[in-house]
């Protein structure tokens, strides 16, 4: 069997993010739906981009954003995204790589530009999502390394790349050769709208494919068609092996082998911007999870990292979050 040598190999979009404040007026001026991910052509992502007050350029998309929270806490990690051979895409490469990421894919050199994310944050902090995937959803089954994966702990798939279908066959050829490896397979919702979009598909990776499920309330109320979280929650037990389900301010609840595990939220001073909380979470768990910490441990390293990153604007750690974890005695 391959040695391991990454904590986690994360599959999705490459995205830079450009994120500028807006009030309600601005949102519904637009017609932009307040907290969704809505997926948008090149034209409107100019006339957006055109409207938009002055904005933060960042590297982002859901899945690099955990990949980097993990490397922040000292995780290895290695990331499959698709970029161009322009501007956003060198930026895109030179921001994971600073991380200490390994990331090999190979650039397009023509065709869709580098994808871009257009984020509104209003002032309550929510975050309202306008993504262009350009390049990024040309990722196919020829853009994943097998070597990388099978010396990978987990492989972590965003649910977002479920959208085009070539995506969709590198995930399930990552998860086929993780599993024929003896490794675990995770995958994130994304986005309740997405959960629509692919319920019945979603509900089978849950039962047939993924050891690890991420979602949070709004998602896994979509995944099983209810309003009460408890009955979600029972066909979490029924369906998932490991799930971790964000409740915001109400902390997470963990289901493992049967038992359901409940953690609280880390408390901050102030939320200033919501993009990324779901990711960094996601990122502190799955540290958690390849050092071997218990449930609850992986949660409060979760809410830990999604703390941190909801008190400042951006979708990624703006400190060392492994300094952050040994004040918490929570370091490996």
Not at 64 to 76: E, Q, R, V, Y
Not at 267 to 287: E, H, I, M, N, R
Request: charged share 25%; hydrophobic share 40%.
């Amino acid at each position: 069997m391959t040695d391991l040598k990454f904590d986690v190999a994360g599959i999705g979009n490459a995205i830079v993010d450009v994120i500028a404040h807006a009030d309600d007026d601005f949102l519904t001026a637009n017609g932009i739906e307040k907290g969704a991910m809505t997926l948008i052509d090149a034209e409107r992502a100019e006339t957006l981009y055109s409207k938009m007050g002055q904005g933060t350029e960042v590297s982002g998309g859901s899945c690099a954003n955990t990949i980097a929270g993990l490397a922040s806490l000292g995780g290895k990690a290695a990331f499959f995204g698709k970029v161009r051979k322009d501007q956003l895409g060198d930026v895109f490469t030179h921001d994971i790589r600073s991380l200490g990421v390994h990331f090999t894919s190979e650039p397009a050199t023509d065709g869709d530009p580098t994808a871009r994310c257009l984020i509104l944050v209003t002032p309550d902090a929510q975050r309202s999502m306008n993504t262009y995937l350009g390049a990024a959803q040309n990722l196919s089954v020829a853009d994943i390394d097998p070597d990388v994966i099978t010396a990978s702990a987990i492989t972590y798939m965003e649910g977002y790349l479920w959208d085009p279908p070539k995506a969709k066959e590198a995930f399930l050829e990552a998860a086929k050769i993780a599993h024929g490896a003896d490794r675990l397979v995770s995958l994130t919702l994304s986005d309740s709208f997405c959960v629509d979009r692919y319920r019945d598909e979603f509900r089978n990776l849950a039962k047939e494919e993924v050891d690890l499920l991420f979602a949070n309330e709004a998602e896994i109320l979509s995944l099983y068609e209810t309003d009460v979280f408890d009955d979600a929650l029972q066909k979490v037990l029924k369906d998932c092996k490991f799930a971790a389900i964000t409740r915001s301010e109400a902390g997470s609840v963990v289901v493992a082998n049967g038992e359901v595990h409940v953690a609280d939220a880390e408390k901050v001073s102030k939320v200033v911007d919501t993009t990324g909380a779901g990711d960094q979470y996601a990122g502190g768990f799955l540290y958690g999870l390849s050092r071997g910490k218990s449930p609850v441990e992986c949660a409060r390293l979760g809410h830990m990292a999604a703390a941190e990153v909801i008190s400042h604007v951006g979708p990624r750690p703006e400190v060392k979050l492994s300094e952050l974890a040994k004040e918490r005695g929570l370091a490996a």
